[in-house]
């Protein structure tokens, strides 16, 4: 379970030159570059420190970054170089994301180019592209207020990319009955963005929390019942089913080394088990374990990006209405709403509703503040895409049972909810505070898949 507790991001850096325009000045630079970049947080920065002019060179810092077993790789365009050089390390490292820079030309003029470097990272730009590849790219000085953020987010979206491809998400039970569209092809999914999705039965986890202690299970069952302001419609039964099936899913995770769980949480669970476990995915989140509803893997995938690029546990919720002159979209779902994001002024409740009484789900209006909706989905044909779109989550009162966000869209939510109709979106989005619009562009890249943003 390292996906939220990463290790840093080693990234490589090469600068290519060629030595008809100005290297040396493209050396002074790039020294000034590795010092600034072996700075940012989070990252191992494994730098080759003289320029790659020719083939050979490349061959060379090729080698060395490989023993280095980095997780992404900056080609920097100290001046124009011949084109075939960042091929060469593009083939090399085929598997990581890339980012390609390209410097200003000094302000300072001599009567010809210095540096040429926007040429240079231009014909690699588009030899790259026409090889498949998708290299995010900088056209800044190192002193530009966005060049160390920028590097440190391609850094950061690197490190998510390779964890993605280490994912181990459990699918406990399958999915929610007649959720069809939120089924997913496991060997596809590991094939194309490298998620390992394993099945675990019902009852297996049913069993676990069965044989929890019912002392232990009253006790824990008082711990959580703390975190809620109205409790009243729950039983001292029900709360201790809640409790038993908490310690079980985070024992069971811990134990196999799961990043997520996804969860029929209601049919077969209340049938078997007595209670739905709504409520129980919502204080899940607090113990810093994803679990997401309905046996939604691609949306528990999402919200594990989600969280990651945050620091916050998201909302997988359903989008119930949308009101096209307010330009706002409703959000709710049945009560799985991670605590952490509730209103402060508001009270959180556990109900007993849903499922005939057996439901113990969480009901709260969630806080305001900016936020980004996002889905990683299927297209129904094997191919996975994204789309986002951001807004601001209003202030809102729970009117209905469940946990519920009104979000005002910055864009038009008629347009959102077009897009989500028309081309067959999953039925459940991902709510997540703050703004990610911007890493999910480089994340996409990093996969290789499309991202939809809806503006």
């Known amino acids: ?82 084109g075939g050089l960042a091929q060469q390390f593009a083939q090399a490292f085929d598997d990581k994301p890339i980012l390609l820079w390209g410097w200003l030309e000094p302000a300072e003029q001599t009567g010809r180019l210095r540096l040429n470097s926007l040429v240079g990272m231009h014909v690699n730009a588009s030899n790259l592209y026409k090889l498949g590849y998708r290299p995010s790219t900088l056209y800044a000085a190192l002193d530009d207020p966005q060049t160390l953020p920028t590097l440190a987010r391609f850094a950061r979206i690197a490190g998510v990319r390779r964890d993605v491809r280490h994912t181990r998400i459990a699918l406990i039970g399958g999915h929610a009955p007649g959720f069809d569209n939120l089924g ?187 936020v980004t909706i996002l889905r990683v989905g299927g297209d129904g044909a094997g191919n996975v895409r994204m789309i986002a779109t951001t807004g601001r989550a209003l202030e809102t009162e729970m009117d209905v049972r469940g946990t519920v966000s009104r979000v005002e869209l910055d864009g038009s939510a008629g347009a959102f909810l077009d897009e989500l109709l028309t081309n067959g979106w999953e039925h459940h989005l991902i709510m997540a505070y703050g703004e990610i619009v911007a890493e999910l562009e480089m994340l996409a890249r990093a996969l290789k898949v499309p991202l939809t943003v809806v503006r």
């Open 1 to 82: 379970m390292t996906f939220l507790n990463p290790p840093p991001t080693r990234l490589g850096l090469v600068c290519l030159a060629r030595l008809t325009f100005e290297a040396d000045l493209a050396k002074i630079g790039y020294a000034r570059t590795r010092a600034q970049l072996g700075k940012i947080d989070g990252v191992e920065l494994y730098a080759i420190e003289n320029l790659v002019v020719e083939s050979p060179d490349a061959d060379a810092a090729i080698a060395e970054l490989r023993a280095q077993n980095i997780d992404a790789l900056v080609i920097l365009s100290g001046t124009f170089a011949l």
């Open 184 to 370: 997913v092809d496991k060997l596809q999914l590991r094939r194309t963005l490298g998620v390992q999705v394993i099945d675990v039965d019902l009852q297996t986890i049913v069993a676990r929390a069965q044989a929890i202690a019912a002392d232990r299970a009253r006790s824990t069952a008082r711990e959580i019942l703390k975190q809620f302001d109205d409790v009243a419609e729950v039983t001292a039964p029900q709360s201790e089913l809640f409790a038993a099936l908490v310690i079980a899913l985070r024992e069971f995770a811990a134990e196999q080394k799961f990043d997520a769980l996804a969860i029929k949480c209601w049919g077969d669970l209340v049938d078997t088990y007595g209670i739905a476990g709504c409520g129980v995915v919502a204080y899940l989140h607090n113990d810093g374990i994803i679990a997401g509803c309905e046996g939604d893997v691609m949306g528990t995938l999402t919200s594990l990006i989600a969280q990651r690029l945050t620091g916050e546990p998201p909302f997988l919720t359903d989008l119930v209405a949308v009101e096209r002159e307010r330009n706002t979209a409703f959000l709710w779902h049945i009560g799985c709403a991670p605590l952490a994001q509730a209103n402060p002024k508001q009270a959180k409740h556990l109900f007993s509703h849903f499922a005939g009484g057996k439901g113990v789900t969480a009901g709260f209006a969630l806080k305001p503040g900016r």
